[in-house]
């Protein structure tokens, strides 16, 4: 049996539509989670951040960061300690918004604040430190990898 012209483009138009199809409801079932819920206000504020950064930057030592069996230890520089410090520590999980975590800064004499590890999955987190001190805004951020 022999398909004419006609019927084979019709045949090859109705498996693209099926492949198009198929895209768009997997696509509709796949978990989208935004970086930020205020990404826009975020971004408006971004030359604020990258004041605070070189704030930061242009203290004695950087903030440490760092993944420890008691859990995410944050140092700060020897200019925040015993300083009035406002502030929060936001641990954020690029691959699981439910992950996220907000803390309140409050370091203790030595400008040290140890952060529990107890509710977070092992995985990529990017630990972001934003705090005011006197009338400047600093800002640091670093990658960890929490086992």
Same mark, same amino acid.
């Not at 099926?18 to 696509?27: M, Q, R, S």
């Not at 079932?29 to 605070?52: I, N, P, S, W």
């Not at 203790?108 to 430190?129: C, M, P, R």
């Given at each position: 049996?022999k398909?004419?012209?006609g019927?084979?483009?019709?045949?090859?138009?109705?498996?693209?539509?099926?492949? =198009?199809?198929?895209?768009?409801?997997? *696509?509709?079932?796949?978990?989208?989670?935004?970086?930020?819920?205020?990404?826009?206000?975020?971004?408006?504020?971004?030359?604020?951040?990258?004041? *605070?950064?070189?704030?930061?930057?242009?203290?004695?030592?950087?903030?440490?960061?760092?993944?420890?069996?008691?859990? =995410?230890?944050?140092?700060?520089?020897?200019?925040?300690?015993?300083?009035?410090?406002?502030?929060?520590?936001?641990?954020?999980?690029?691959?699981?918004?439910?992950?996220?975590?907000s803390?309140a800064?409050?370091?203790?004499?030595?400008?040290?604040?140890?952060?529990?590890?107890?509710?977070?999955?092992?995985?990529?987190?990017?630990?972001?430190?934003?705090?005011?001190?006197?009338?400047?805004?600093?800002?640091?951020?670093?990658?960890?990898?929490?086992?």
């Amino acid at each position: 049996m022999k398909i004419n012209w006609g019927w084979k483009l019709t045949i090859v138009y109705l498996g693209f539509m099926a492949g =198009i199809l198929t895209l768009v409801f997997k *696509a509709k079932g796949q978990k989208v989670d935004l970086v930020a819920t205020d990404y826009y206000k975020q971004e408006l504020a971004f030359g604020t951040r990258l004041e *605070a950064s070189k704030n930061a930057s242009a203290l004695s030592t950087e903030v440490g960061f760092s993944n420890t069996n008691e859990g =995410i230890q944050v140092v700060f520089p020897s200019e925040c300690q015993n300083q009035m410090m406002e502030g929060q520590l936001v641990i954020y999980c690029p691959s699981d918004a439910g992950m996220d975590r907000s803390v309140a800064i409050t370091p203790d004499a030595t400008g040290t604040q140890v952060i529990s590890k107890e509710g977070l999955k092992n995985g990529f987190y990017i630990i972001k430190a934003s705090w005011k001190m006197g009338d400047k805004n600093f800002y640091a951020e670093k990658a960890l990898d929490i086992q």
